[in-house]
């Protein structure tokens, strides 16, 4: 048995986001309806976003703002991040 395909959602996206996204699902082999489809199925299926979310933490907010306004710290490789991180 086949499902109509009646229903429609819209959604406004930043123009090089959705530009970048469907170049990808082009590769895919995917169309733009197919791939919202598979993204709601997968909402059904795991009774929410099929992906994790979370509140950054102060700390991280903090960062996250520092490097938005180039105030991050940065480092030659990866050694001497890890040092920083005390890791």
């Known amino acids: 048995m086949g499902t109509s395909k ?7 996206l930043d123009p090089e986001v959705k530009r970048q996204a469907e170049a990808i ?3 895919l082999g995917l169309s733009v309806s197919k791939s919202f489809e598979l993204f709601y199925r997968q909402i059904i299926a795991q009774k929410g976003l099929p992906f994790e979310l979370h509140i950054p933490n ?3 907010m903090k960062a996250i703002e520092n490097s938005r306004t180039g105030k991050g710290k940065s480092f030659s490789d990866a050694e001497e991040l890890f040092k920083d991180l005390e890791i």
Not at 6 to 11: F, L
């Open 58 to 60: 102060k700390k991280t």
């Open 25 to 27: 699902l082009k590769e």
């Open 6 to 12: 009646t229903a429609t959602a819209r959604a406004l």
